[in-house]
């Protein structure tokens, strides 16, 4: 399953903008609030120059980057709140998401008025994050309502007393806005709340949505967005949509790298989404390599052997034996697999190997 970042925020604030300049995928933007719409898929190849220097150096028939798969998912309003259809279909659309991209509107233009009389990225937030807190709200006094029962259930005691304490806990940050994940749980309370699929427990990072000037120089909208996700500890990309849209059309490399250092910026405002991605959560990257295949996988932190050979195969995982792997720096210092064998880098591990980041990997196993 690809990891699956979802695009949300309020209508207009330039989501499919962003979408479409990420993913080239074409979709229909918008001058007024387009909520009931389906959401818009796109996959894209993480950028990597690791992977790059190991096709350069095997030389393989095939190259394969890691992917993230984004969700353009339609703005919703309050006033749209009240159309259920389309609130529900933005909510399951973001049920599905692995991460959660805000995007946030840090830019002027009189042409295109704003859902609320002025532009306030503080209050924009503010705005959605009561919208996911309602539904969060919602979810809870359902599932309540179920594990009142499973109290009863001797096998299922337990875990239901652990959920409910959680949202004992969870509810009264839920009525003021604030999303489940700023509350402190205990680690089985946390666990068993996994079990409600809470739309604010989700890790979110923001996008701030500016204008040319506002990439290379910022703004106060964009001081206001960075204050406010600092204060969730949360990280914050500063991205032009109509200029990635702009750089997104350009073909060569060399073009796009001219065409960036114009505004002077050294990577592209994809890049800089990717790897905010990335970090929040908590992702590394291992490499296959040989004649055939050069290939970027997607691991967690802290992913161990077995685990990783299953984001292959399952049966590399079920019938995992060993795996041999030396690390991708070594591989550029000493020239070769070759000569990376002869240094006695390539070392033999085990089911409890951690899988480190730049790690190249084969894996033995039988099935
Ligand atoms: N000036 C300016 N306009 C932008 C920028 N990004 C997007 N727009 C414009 O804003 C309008 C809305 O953009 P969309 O990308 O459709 O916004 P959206 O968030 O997908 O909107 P909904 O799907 O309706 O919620 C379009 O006319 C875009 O051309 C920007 O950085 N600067
Ligand atoms: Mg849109």
Redesign the pocket.
């Known amino acids: 399953m690809p990891l699956n970042c979802g695009i949300i925020?309020l209508?207009?604030?330039?989501?499919?903008?962003?979408f479409t300049a990420l993913t080239r995928v074409k979709a229909e933007?918008?001058?007024?609030?387009?909520?009931a719409k389906n959401a818009n898929v796109g996959i894209i190849s993480v950028p990597d120059p690791r992977l790059d220097r190991l096709t350069a150096m095997f030389n393989p028939q095939r190259k394969v980057p890691a992917t993230v798969e984004f969700v353009?998912i339609?703005?919703l309003a309050s006033a749209a709140s009240k159309k259920e259809g389309a609130t529900n279909q933005f909510l399951s659309h973001i049920r599905d998401s692995s991460v959660l991209a805000h995007?946030v509107r840090c830019?002027d233009?009189p042409e295109?008025p704003h859902v609320s009389s002025k532009i306030s990225p503080a209050d924009d937030i503010e705005m959605l994050h009561l919208e996911l807190a309602l539904a969060d709200l919602e979810t809870i006094d359902k599932r309540a309502e179920k594990l009142q029962k499973e109290l009863k259930d001797p096998a299922r005691k337990k875990d239901a007393e652990r959920e409910l304490a959680a949202f004992a806990k969870i509810r009264p940050a839920l009525q003021e806005g604030r999303p489940a994940r700023s509350v402190t749980l205990e680690a089985e309370e946390a666990e068993a709340v996994r079990r409600s699929f809470l739309i604010t427990m989700k890790r979110e990072l923001y996008i701030c949505?500016?204008?040319e000037a506002g990439v290379t120089k910022g703004n106060a909208y964009i001081e206001a967005a960075r204050r406010a996700a600092a204060a969730e500890g949360a990280e914050c990309v500063v991205i032009?949509?109509?200029f990635e849209a702009e750089l997104a059309e350009l073909q060569g490399e060399e073009e796009k790298r001219e065409f960036l250092s114009e505004l002077g910026l050294e990577e592209s405002g994809l890049a800089t989404l990717i790897h905010a991605v990335y970090r929040l959560l908590g992702l590394r990257t291992f490499f296959t390599a040989g004649e055939d295949e050069c290939r970027a996988w997607t691991i967690k932190a802290g992913d161990k052997a077995p685990a990783a050979a299953g984001v292959i195969h399952t049966d590399f995982e079920k019938g995992f034996i060993k795996a041999e792997v030396y690390h991708y720096e070594d591989l550029v210092a000493l020239g070769s697999e070759h000569a990376v064998r002869v240094a006695g880098k390539l070392r033999q591990e085990g089911r409890d190997y951690v899988v480190q980041d730049g790690d190249v990997v084969f894996f033995k196993f039988n099935v």
């Open positions: 925020g209508p207009t604030v330039g989501k499919t903008t962003i933007t918008s001058s007024y609030g387009s909520s353009d339609a703005g995007v830019f233009d295109l949505n500016t204008d032009c949509g109509k």
